[in-house]
């Protein structure tokens, strides 16, 4: 299949088949995909935490109104949010590309200057969005790539965050919930598998200028 028929046959699973598990290497690929996620400046001002734990899902499914893709999902991806982003955050990155390209630190000073002006004129409350916005695109590349791969997915928002932050314990890693994604396996009788996708007409939805 193509990757349009492939986007065509995903849709937000509701019912997973929970006697089914990704294999060591199909997490494997989705999160290296997800690792590959483009983010402003490459940043990544976020965490991806995939919980396999049944104790700590049975919990997190009480935290997002009972919905049961939480405990029924192979897996649940959580992608969190950084609570400081900062100059130190910035350095630590630039550390990373001058180890990973291996030039000089003064080479990229003016990219540094660039993205600490940039985290310095935000607010702590614009941070906070933009560090959403950046897990939201990951969020996206998740997405894409379990469907090219096979496997099913639900983007999530509907979970209460603070209950989130607590039973993972994300305020003492500086982080905070964004969006989570159970993934896994449809169920064969999950009816909205069945259903035509309903999306706009591309006469509708988009705007050719």
């Given at each position: 299949?193509?990757?349009?028929?492939?986007?065509?046959?995903?849709?937000?699973?509701?019912?997973?088949?929970?006697?089914?598990?990704?294999?060591?290497?199909?997490?494997?690929?989705?999160?290296?995909?997800?690792?590959?996620?483009?983010?402003?400046?490459?940043?990544?001002?976020?965490?991806?935490?995939?919980?396999?734990?049944?104790?700590?899902?049975?919990k997190l499914r009480e935290?997002?109104?009972?919905?049961?893709?939480?405990?029924?999902?192979?897996?649940?991806?959580?992608?969190?949010?950084?609570?400081?982003?900062?100059?130190?955050?910035?350095?630590?990155?630039?550390?990373?590309?001058?180890?990973?390209?291996?030039?000089?630190?003064?080479?990229?000073?003016?990219?540094?200057?660039?993205?600490?002006?940039?985290?310095?004129?935000?607010?702590?409350?614009?941070?906070?969005?933009?560090?959403?916005?950046?897990?939201?695109?990951?969020?996206?590349?998740?997405?894409?790539?379990?469907?090219?791969?096979?496997?099913?997915?639900?983007?999530?928002?509907?979970?209460?965050?603070?209950?989130?932050?607590?039973?993972?314990?994300?305020?003492?890693?500086?982080?905070?919930?964004?969006?989570?994604?159970?993934?896994?396996?449809?169920?064969?009788?999950?009816?909205?598998?069945?259903?035509?996708?309903?999306?706009?007409?591309?006469?509708?939805?988009?705007?050719?200028?």
């Open positions: 299949m193509s990757l349009i028929d492939k986007l065509k046959w995903r849709y937000a699973t509701k019912k997973f088949d929970h006697t089914k598990k990704l294999s060591a290497e199909q997490l494997d690929s989705l999160l290296t995909a997800v690792q590959l996620a483009p983010s402003s400046y490459g940043l990544q001002s976020y965490k991806v935490l995939v919980v396999e734990n049944p104790e700590i899902r049975e935290a997002a109104y009972g919905q049961p893709q939480l405990t029924e999902a192979s897996h649940v991806i959580i992608f969190a949010s950084e609570t400081t982003i900062d100059e130190a955050l910035v350095a630590k990155y630039v550390d990373n590309i001058v180890e990973t390209r291996g030039i000089d630190r003064e080479h990229i000073a003016g990219f540094e200057q660039t993205m600490v002006g940039t985290v310095d004129r935000l607010s702590e409350d614009q941070k906070i969005t933009w560090s959403h916005k950046q897990a939201y695109i990951a969020l996206g590349v998740l997405l894409t790539a379990a469907a090219d791969l096979g496997i099913d997915a639900c983007p999530m928002e509907g979970f209460q965050n603070g209950k989130f932050d607590e039973i993972l314990g994300l305020k003492e890693k500086g982080l905070t919930a964004s969006v989570i994604a159970p993934i896994g396996f449809r169920s064969a009788d999950d009816d909205y598998s069945k259903l035509a996708k309903v999306r706009k007409p591309k006469a509708e939805l988009f705007i050719h200028i």
